[in-house]
């Protein structure tokens, strides 16, 4: 009985270092450095799918800027909706205070409001300030908001879709995260 004790412990180290044992291919080489067009590593941009709270300028969980709803997700169109449009607002049980916007079946933004605990990969979230939204994303462009008086603001994305569109709140913290393609992505009123 001692010489299985003591074999027990050695047979399953090996297990666990034999290839069988070893994590998949594809997700080693998903984090492993790759080379630009001028020969230089590149550094590999952050997964984001190991966390379904995380919003990414793709998208969050199912959802993806660009393209339908998935068949089984959990975001539906719920409550009125405007009608003689093809703009529907969709949310999901499973991620309160987040809702998405679809024109014509089409997902056009994605947005997060102060009463969800979805965060962007650099670690923003509704209810950070504007000081740490400037830092972690300081060429965005400020505009005034529609509603509020300054020091309100929207805070966008320069360049192509999709991008990111901050609201800014009069203590300076976000209220609202939008993630979509323009012109969708700065409508004040939503589908109205």
């Not at 009125?80 to 049980?93: D, K, M, Y």
């Not at 670690?123 to 309100?152: C, M, N, Q, W």
């Amino acid at each position: 009985m001692k010489r299985c004790a003591i074999l027990l412990p050695l047979a399953l180290a090996a297990a666990a270092c034999s290839p069988e044992a070893e994590e998949p291919v594809a997700e080693v080489t998903t984090s492993a450095a790759t080379t630009s067009a001028t020969g230089e590593p590149a550094t590999p941009a952050p997964t984001a799918t190991a966390d379904a709270n995380t919003l990414t300028l793709d998208g969050l969980g199912d959802l993806r800027i660009g393209q339908p709803i998935p068949a089984g997700s959990s975001f539906a169109s719920r409550g009125a909706q405007i009608p003689g449009t093809t703009c529907r607002t969709v949310s999901s049980p499973d991620y309160p205070g987040v809702y998405a916007m679809t024109i014509d079946g089409e997902l056009r933004r994605i947005t997060v409001s102060d009463s969800s605990e979805v965060a962007l990969v650099e670690g923003i979230a509704p209810r950070a300030t504007e000081s740490e939204v400037r830092a972690a994303f300081p060429g965005f462009e400020a505009s005034p908001h529609k509603y509020l008086a300054a020091p309100g603001k929207y805070l966008t994305q320069p360049g192509d879709d999709p991008r990111l569109h901050f609201e800014i709140d009069t203590d300076e913290t976000v209220s609202l995260i939008h993630v979509g393609a323009l012109p969708e992505l700065t409508w004040v009123e939503g589908c109205a």
